[in-house]
């Protein structure tokens, strides 16, 4: 009901009645909205919702050699590679999920084993702190021109077979590392050599299921300290 309508049905009542219920329903509808701006981030699945900002920024994780929350987040940008099982394209990946990402190939000798194992102990550590949360894991090969999708599906389902391994070309790679700052270096080697080394980032990136980056687990990673790190962040930013 307008302010009109209520003054011309009701002449009797003081002109301050009046103004004293405008400034509350001004203030009501105040009310809302700020309330309706501060729980938008936390509608839905806590498999389908986006961070929300605010607690997002106002987060302090203890321990920033475990987890490193970013107080902006970063989009993942527009991408496509290839799996074992076809095409997959970003951010579309990341729907439905939350995502461990991270980057390496398969001809590493022993920097991405010791990260992929301890992924593999992560996982199941999560999957029972968090239950109602779905998790993926992502290993992007930076070395397409020696990672086939099958062989990097056979890599990484040595470790986990719930893990999903992916390539494409330099430039989806580049698109997609560059503003994660997941840096990697490959050492230089004459064209058609097969031996050559990846110096490549080793930290874990936490993507939403709205494929934005929200944080980094650098390493040395501690499944254990990893797991309680994530549980916090969980109940203190997303539920």
């Known amino acids: 009901m307008s302010h009109a309508r209520y003054g011309r049905r009701f002449p009797h009542v003081s002109l301050m009645l009046v103004r004293v219920l405008a400034l509350l329903a001004l203030g009501a509808f105040v009310s809302l909205g700020i309330s309706a701006c501060g729980d938008q ?5 806590i498999n389908e919702r986006a961070v929300n900002i605010q607690r997002l920024s106002a987060f302090e994780p203890k321990d920033l050699l475990v987890m490193r929350s970013l107080k902006s987040p970063i989009s993942v940008p527009p991408a496509e590679f290839m799996t074992a099982n076809g095409l997959v394209k970003t951010p579309e990946l990341f729907k439905g999920h939350w995502t461990l990402f991270y980057i390496g190939y398969t001809f590493c000798p022993d920097v991405c084993p010791t990260e992929l194992t301890a992924l593999a102990g992560l996982l199941p550590k999560l999957q029972q702190s968090l239950p109602g949360v779905k998790w993926q894991i992502v290993f992007l090969s930076v070395d397409p021109e ?3 999708p099958k062989r990097i599906n056979e890599y990484v389902h ?3 077979k719930q893990f999903i ?3 494409g070309a330099r430039s989806m790679i580049d698109k997609v590392t560059k503003p994660m700052k997941a840096g990697y270096r490959i050492s230089a080697h004459n064209p058609g050599d097969a031996s050559y080394e990846i110096d490549h980032d080793t930290a874990y990136r936490l993507i939403s299921p709205d494929g934005k980056m929200v944080a980094i687990l650098p390493s040395p990673h501690d499944p254990a300290a990893m ?3 994530l549980v916090r962040f969980f109940k203190e930013v997303v539920q």
């Open 146 to 148: 020696r990672d086939t």
């Open 227 to 229: 797991d309680q790190a």
């Open 158 to 160: 040595y470790f986990d």
């Open 165 to 167: 391994g992916m390539t």
């Open 41 to 45: 981030s936390q509608t839905g699945s």
